[in-house]
């Protein structure tokens, strides 16, 4: 059984800064894919930012204020989120593409509340 499990979330003030981790465990083979996405009320979940071998993309509107990393050896994958803004209120899920068994499989975790409000 394969776990994606998110924490770090919370409430900051306008210009503030967050750090989310993502930690997916259970018996597989390797991860392709590992990222962030983000849901605001009303609105569709939209990418943040994503990782896989050699390539790091994010989302224009999180560029120079978002960093992610990840750590191979662990299977996590971190969010330092800086200047954060009212706007990036919202919940944001962690996502990992895992091959088990000859198949690759999307597995999403629980989601954790960002809020950004004074």
């Known amino acids: 059984q394969v776990q994606v499990v998110e924490s770090g979330g919370g409430l900051v003030q306008p210009g503030g800064s967050l750090r989310l981790s993502c930690a997916a465990s259970?018996?597989?083979?390797?991860?392709?894919?590992m990222g962030w996405y983000r849901q605001a009320p009303g609105k569709e979940r939209e990418l943040v930012a994503s990782?896989?071998?050699?390539?790091?993309n994010y989302a224009e509107s999180v560029m120079g204020r978002f960093t992610l990393s990840r750590a191979n050896e662990k299977n996590t994958v971190d969010l330092q989120m800086n200047s954060l803004k009212p706007e990036d209120t919202a919940v944001y899920y962690c996502?990992?593409?895992?091959?088990?068994?000859?198949?690759?499989?999307?597995?999403w975790g629980q989601g954790t509340q960002v809020t950004v409000s004074s």
């Open positions: 996502l990992a593409t895992i091959v088990q068994n000859m198949r690759t499989s999307l597995y």
């Open positions: 259970g018996t597989f083979l390797s991860i392709n894919v």
């Open positions: 990782i896989t071998t050699g390539r790091i």
